[in-house]
T-cell receptor
């Protein structure tokens, strides 16, 4: 079965600390991977995506993620977070098959405090 | 233009009302989606239209009725809803269903409250 798992439901960190939000997937076919961010009372915004090529992907707002095929992971990282990064983060995957839609993980709440 | 526009942003309706949510995109995308999102939960796929034809219906109750009048517009007609249907309804679009990029572009959502 094809699925995506976000291992942490909540991640509290202090401002300027590094953060890693974990995401693992399960698939028997090749995948495309995404991280979306949702600020309170807003829609979803794409942070970054992996389609092919370099396994280190850089996104907006200083975030990056690394695709690790052997570990079936796509963890999101930021070396120094800001208060404004407080939001819900969703890992999502779609599969290299016609007719498939995006599947979301359960989400990770990142709470940045001073 | 890389926007997906949803109206209204907020909607309050009684259980006997009939209302509609609207979504519009002008990116030339041929796949459009409706998602339902409850607080602190991921979006749940409801419907997908591909080339203006309903391709995916995730066993959504018939009180939700989607419509795709043309390639730029997507509607969600609401009738006889229940309080548990209160949620954020997100519209999204992509180049095509299962396209090589897979990226979805989301609107800001319509927040629905059913009294």
């Amino acid at each position: 079965a094809q699925s995506v798992t976000q291992l942490d439901s909540q991640v509290p960190v202090f401002e300027e600390a590094p953060v890693e939000l974990r995401c693992n997937y399960s698939s028997s076919v090749s995948v495309y991977l995404f991280w979306y961010v949702q600020y309170p009372n807003q829609g979803l915004q794409l942070l970054l995506k992996y389609l092919s090529g370099s396994t280190l992907v850089k996104g907006i707002n200083g975030f990056e993620a690394e695709f690790n095929k052997s570990q079936t992971s796509f963890h999101l990282r930021k070396p120094s977070v800001h208060i404004s990064d407080t939001a819900e983060y969703f890992c999502a995957v779609t599969f290299n098959q016609a007719g498939t839609a995006l599947i979301f993980g359960k989400g990770t709440t990142l709470s940045v405090s001073s | 233009d890389t926007e997906v526009t949803q109206t209204p942003k907020h909607l309050v309706m009684g259980m006997t009302n009939k209302k509609s949510l609207k979504c519009e995109q002008h990116m030339g995308h041929r796949a459009m989606y409706w998602y339902k999102q409850k607080a602190k939960k991921p979006p749940e796929l409801m419907f997908v239209y591909s080339y203006e034809k309903l391709s995916i219906n995730e066993s959504v109750p018939s009180r939700f009725s989607p419509e795709c009048p043309n390639s730029s517009l997507l509607n969600l007609h609401l009738h006889a809803l229940q309080p548990e249907d209160s949620a954020l309804y997100l519209c999204a679009s992509s180049h095509s269903l299962g396209s090589s990029t897979g990226e979805l572009f989301f609107g800001e959502g319509s927040r629905l409250t059913v009294l």
